[in-house]
């Protein structure tokens, strides 16, 4: 693994370490709590399928392009659109755009995210018979304490990145990794030999054809952008911290092969795991209408319960780890979410990193703590800047990439790395992808999106 000399910018010191801090910023809530949710709630293999489109055909475009326009410019989402603005004053706007959906996503995130942390204690708790404390950790409506644990992730986010890239973020993320994968593959092995689990096998993957309509597609697509961490910037931040002799398009194939696969173990377990708690007498689904209860709260409604009723320490490791195993796979994540507005203002308002990431972690602490309180708002901020701003920036980066910046450009870049990509058949496939089957897609998803928000 070759060493980089790291400039004050930092860098990534290894391919590896740049890979696994790309593909931990996209492994996180999104996956293990939001893939297996809209696949229960969406009829199944179904949405698999339409979400593995997605995810190929647009996301995989998309993270090729925010890396380039990141290595290229080597700098945050809001100084690389002016780099490449040629003095236009709109394009900066996507980098703007990119830096508040990260401090406004990063705020809901922290009180999900500090949700897996009361967990952890609330099956700690139940295991040694404190059943009042229990209950008070395992509220999810209870204000205070959602603020308290919010609070808590958002410093321990705020430490790692003060840390720097390749101290911080990568060396964290490196560690973290196979842990997290370690940990997914015994809890799966663990819960086949409970009853009930097959039952979600068969879910799982016996696709329902019939949900199909343009509520999944749109969930689809808002998902495979939520979890590939695309459409503010971040992996444009990710992509700044490359060095020239590393292989975008190898890279982001390997990171989105990556986080699809994570999602699609991670559904080996949650769904299995919500059938062995409906055996066990928990009501999942709404006898009448079939539909899932509570998608939100899912994960920590029914999972808790699947542990309390296997019971006994096995019980309690298996809750703890999963807890814990969540959330680290958060930590990942909400990292490269403070990375985005923090490398902005360091970059662009000459602030050190320390004081920049305490600066932009109080504004989302203060936030996340409103959201803490007021639970109910968490869904409006998801219908704003994960289904349609995600969506938004990314149709920006391509309108940008393929119309403004010009493909050539891009592809010059690309070439360091990666040399001859530029005159081969997959950049044709790829600029046919940016400049318009992307584009396109995006836009009508976008365009009913709005439609349905506003009726
Ligand atoms: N991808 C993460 C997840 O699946 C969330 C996330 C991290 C994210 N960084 C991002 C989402 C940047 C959008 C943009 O949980």
């Known amino acids: 693994m070759a060493t980089i000399i790291e400039s004050s910018r930092g860098t990534w010191n290894s391919k590896l370490g740049f890979i696994l801090a790309a593909a931990g910023s996209a492994v996180g809530l999104g996956n293990i709590w939001g893939f297996p ?41 809001v100084g690389a659109f002016k780099a490449l603005s040629n003095g236009n004053k709109f394009v900066p706007l996507i980098g703007y755009w990119g830096v508040i959906c ?109 949900t199909i309509n ?15 961490s695309l459409g503010m910037g971040a992996l444009i931040t990710y992509g700044s911290y490359l060095n020239k002799k590393q292989n975008i398009v190898e890279s982001a194939a390997y990171v989105t092969i990556f986080d699809i696969g994570i999602a699609v173990i991670a559904g080996l377990l949650v ?34 319960e699947m542990f309390h009723n296997v019971g006994g320490v096995i019980g309690l490791l298996l809750g703890v780890t999963f807890f814990i195993l969540l959330g680290l796979a958060a930590l990942t994540s909400s990292i490269s979410l403070l990375e985005v507005p923090v490398s902005y203002v360091i970059d662009e308002h000459n602030i050190k990193r320390k004081k920049a990431a305490w600066m932009v972690g109080s504004i989302v602490g203060v936030i996340g703590v409103v959201l803490s309180i007021e639970t109910v708002l968490i869904d409006y901020f998801v219908n704003i800047f994960n289904e349609v701003g995600l969506p938004l920036g990314g149709l920006m980066i391509c309108l940008f990439l393929g119309y403004f910046w010009k493909s050539e450009n891009a592809l010059l870049e690309m070439e360091d790395g990666n040399k001859g990509i530029s005159s081969s058949k997959f950049s044709t496939i790829w600029i046919i992808f940016i400049k318009f089957i992307s584009p396109i897609l995006i836009a009508l998803v976008l365009i009913s999106t709005i439609w349905r928000l506003l009726s």
């Open 37 to 77: 949710t809209q696949v229960a709630d969406n009829g199944g293999a179904a949405f698999i399928l339409i979400y593995l489109i997605c995810c190929l055909i647009i996301g995989f475009p998309v993270m090729i392009a925010e890396l380039t326009i990141g290595r290229r410019t080597q700098k945050n989402p």
């Open 102 to 210: 990260g401090v406004m996503i990063l705020s809901f995130y922290v009180v999900i995210s500090g949700w897996t942390l009361a967990f952890v204690f609330e099956e700690l708790f139940y295991f040694f018979s404190y059943d009042t404390a229990a209950i008070y950790v395992g509220d999810l409506g209870n204000g205070f304490k959602n603020a308290i644990f919010t609070l808590f992730f958002m410093v321990l986010t705020i430490l790692v990145v003060t840390g720097g890239v390749s101290k911080g973020i990568e060396r964290v993320t490196k560690l973290l990794m196979p842990v997290l994968i370690g940990i997914l593959l015994i809890l799966i092995a663990y819960i086949f030999t409970l009853e009930g689990a097959f039952d979600g096998m068969i879910m799982y993957f016996n696709p329902d054809f019939s």
């Open 214 to 228: 343009g509520t999944l597609i749109l969930s689809a697509l808002g998902q495979a952008f939520f979890s590939l």
């Open 271 to 304: 769904i299995p795991a919500m059938f062995v708690a409906q055996a066990g007498g928990v009501e999942i689904f709404d006898p009448v209408t079939g539909a899932l209860f509570s998608s939100t709260t899912l994960v920590f409604d029914v999972l808790p």
